[in-house]
């Protein structure tokens, strides 16, 4: 089931991810990198970014993606997870970000969602709804 959810973001290639600031403001911002390793869904970021500061302080996040034809929707919580090995997963499925990325900066981050929620809806069908 997950891995439904996981091909929908691939064919999509972009999707939205919203987080909350400190101060209750929301924000959305375009990602690409989705990555399903040992059956958890994984996102990339960098430490550096604001939103990884975001989440770091709220980590309940929520995901978009539109294929033309239907939407998904994905509430959840990210986790961070340290490991070399998720990073280097991360990064081989998405060699471009070597430039910018390593497996062993302080840097790179991926997080994985847990306790999730995906949606997917369209005008002309149910929601189909799948947790993970």
């Known amino acids: 089931m997950m891995q ?27 990602f690409g990198t989705i990555d399903l390793f040992e059956n958890k869904l994984y996102i990339q970021t960098g430490k550096s970014k604001e939103v990884s500061k975001q989440i ?48 062993t900066d302080d840097n790179t981050e991926v997080l994985y969602l847990k306790d999730a929620t995906a949606t997917f809806s369209s005008f002309t069908e149910a929601p189909k709804e799948i947790k993970f």
Do not use: I
């Open 4 to 30: 439904e959810v996981y091909e929908f973001l691939k064919k999509c290639s972009t999707y939205y991810l919203a987080t909350v600031e400190e101060n209750g403001q929301p924000r959305v911002r375009p």
């Open 56 to 103: 770091a302080a709220n980590p309940k996040v929520e995901l978009c993606a539109f294929d033309g034809k239907k939407w998904l929707r994905v509430a959840g919580t990210l986790v961070r997870d340290e490991r070399v090995e998720a990073k280097e997963h991360m990064l081989d499925n998405y060699p471009s970000l070597k430039k910018m990325y390593s497996p």
